[in-house]
């Protein structure tokens, strides 16, 4: 819903908030030079002062004006003939012509009308709300995606067309907020929807009827600073009836030609300083510093808008097209889909193109837009949900537990749930289970029984898709090839063979980074972007389902690195180990943004066993800036699989690594890194307690050990695992 | 329609004998090229005592900018009603905004004065730009404003 309130406002509005922030921009100039150009008065002057010399050397002075930036304006009439100009308030002389300047004349009008008159005024009004739209949307989607108000200002993660657009959005958005709320304000204003008219005060009917009263023995006038003069109008020469009008920061008032006396004030109403501030505040007159600042915010708006348009392309890229999506009123079927990279969108477009086929209605959405009470004609709501992480909702499916939980009952549809996860994690189908036992809770009809999708099987799918078929009373033949994400083909330049010796033939594959081009740079696609730990993806020839390894290089190592043991009888893990440099396999990158050590200064502990090294490795080789890192690594044999032996030495030497505790488990006296942790447990326990982050990778039975292990280490102090994990000061990536 | 409205607004702003007697008058203001925006223009008369008796017409919709027309808004303590259905929009420099009005017999040769104040964001406000009285002789002579107006007449 906020992201929709961000994006549709942002497209739409794209050209008028540019416009209206570039001439913006360049009109919040104008009052900071004429703050430094305008002469100003010395400190104490008085309008009497002021007055007194402006007549004397244009004695037919008319009127008086003093601007917020100080400038001081005088108009006279010399024999019939109009003069002004912007006078030097020390000597009373003009010094610089008073005509306004024609290009802030022209940025003026453009920037609040457009040069359309009110139809002009109204549209740029609307680009003011649409910007102040904007910026609240935005601010709510980068508070929920940092977590909290307390992390405005976290480091970014992602594209960088995407880290460019926050980076930039949360310095500018509260110049924007400023900036947009006082133009409606002043649009408001203009067109006289508020009441913040000026008061006058009465004309006064008796005056003195004599003429000719010393400007600068007139005592309003000497109690009168210039700081605090806005206009000083003169009555007409001959007419005995007129008088003085004096109109200051606090009000308007008359003072008689006669004698000088204050005929008659008026104090500034509530809601004219209200507005007077709030046209400051817009403007910069006045406050020429603030001016120029919201100028600059301003300034950021064009490349929010470009950067903007890229995130939102690069989003629907990661979807595929829905072809003849009903409306969620009118459809017989709805399809809700929780997914994280995009690939559950997959599905869902399968299975909607099938029951179209077989004749149903179908809407297709998010299930972070469940609305129940919208679904009118629905007879059955499909949820099809991806587990994200540890048993975590995904991206597409926040908000819909809390949004049922929070429901009285169950919409009165029948519901059937169907789970997507990998079932080597063991929180397989998590929040698919969690989605089911609440609708049970609730006593949400049942159409079919939770059902469950291993690793995006097009066979599993067309099972349920069967079983779905039959409670419908329709064939449905669900035949989904998973979207793979698109590959590049990577050029293998080396290898080192280990393990051969303890039965365990494993390989360092190092490949040649590809050719990235500059869209894949800003949208952050393909290897543009990526660091030891994230994962490839790797499609074995014959195979359908790609497998995934832990980059041991980052981006700025300038290869792409894995550690790859050979399964027997696996696929992929066969094809890679007897790869020769020169040949080439296609594989794509997926981001592990869960598995990073993060910027922080803190120590790491990492514990990696076998081929889990080779991330923990690349985090070693990648620590530039000497950060205390630990290394705690599981080996069988150092003579066979001691992955990385030399340059661990090296990287000891150079400071990038901290302590190297190696564990051995052939052998006499078998070891493994548990017990190794256990052995340095005052050690580890006195860096966790110093906020050391731990990071564990390698297979499932050793990270158990480990958690085991740390949990004993950590009793003392009175923390746990668990503790740091909600921390997130323990990660692990296990296989 | 327009000068329907401008005789109702004269008729309930002045109570003059003799309305019935009325003839359409064209009033024609051509501005000067000043090099500013649009101006504000109040038209209105006042009687052989300086009071102001009536609007003619008022060019320029934003009533928040009235008080610039200082002379008109302190007549009339910057009451839109005198001006309602008589207000068109503002003028640009070199511009001319002609305007005819069904005005009453009884307001020429009786000592009636029609005045013009006119304003100018950001540039000088110019109260009584224009001040001629309204006489048979003098309709169709034009007379120059102080500030702005290049040229004014009144022709029947």
Known sequence: MIRALHRWPGLLALALVTILSLSGAALSVFPAAERIAAPQAEAGLTVAALADRIQAIYPGVEQIRRAPSGRITAYWFDQGAPGAAVIDPATGEGVASADPNQAERWLTNLHRSLFLGDGGRIAMAAGAAAMLVLSLSGAALVVRRAGGWRHWFARLRGPLAGRLHVEIARIAVVGLVLSSTTALWMTASTFDLLPDGGAIAAAPTEVSGETGFALDRMPTLQQTPVAELRELSFPYPGDATDVFTLKTDRGTGYLDQGDGALLAWADLTGWERVSETIYMLHTGQGAATLGLVLGLMALGVPAMGATGVLVWLAGRRGRPRIRGNQPAGRAETILLVGSEGGSTWGFAATLQAALTEAGQSVHVGPMSAFTPERYTSAQRIILLAATYGDGAASASAKGFLDRLNASDRAPNIPLAVLGFGDRSFPAYCAFARDVAAAAQAKGWPELLALDTIDRQSPQDFARWGRALGDVLGIALELSHQPVLPTSETLTLVSRRDYGAEVQAPTAILRFALPRVSLWQRLLGGGFARFQAGDLIGILPEGGSVPRLYSLASGRRDGFIEIVVKRHPGGLCSGQLTALEPGETVSAFLRPNPGFRPGRSRAPLILIGAGTGVGPLAGIVRGNARRRPVHLFFGMRHPDSDFFYGEELATWQDEGRLSRLVTSVSRGARPHYVQDALRCEATQVAELIRNGARVMVCGGRDMAAGVADALAEILAPTGLTPAVLKAEGRYVEDVY | ?156
Request: no cysteine.
């Open chain 2, 1 to 156: 329609m327009k000068s329907l409205l401008a005789t109702l607004a004269l008729t309930t702003a002045l109570t003059l004998p003799g309305l019935a007697m009325a003839r359409p008058v064209t009033l024609t203001t051509t501005l000067n090229n000043y090099g500013g925006d649009g101006a504000y223009l109040a038209l209105y008369v006042t009687d052989t005592s300086g009071a102001y008796v009536g609007s003619l017409w008022m060019a320029g919709g934003k009533s928040k900018y009235y008080e610039h027309l200082s002379d008109w808004y302190r007549a009339t303590g910057g009451d839109t009603a005198q001006v309602n259905g008589i207000t068109g929009a503002s003028v640009g420099a070199g511009r001319t905004l002609e305007i005819t009005l069904d005005l009453a017999d009884a307001l020429f040769d009786a000592g009636y004065t029609l005045h013009i104040d006119a304003a100018v964001e950001d540039m000088r406000d110019s109260p009584n730009e224009v001040a001629v009285p309204l006489t048979t002789d003098g309709a169709g002579t034009p007379v120059t404003g102080r500030r702005y107006i290049a040229s004014f007449a009144y022709d029947m």
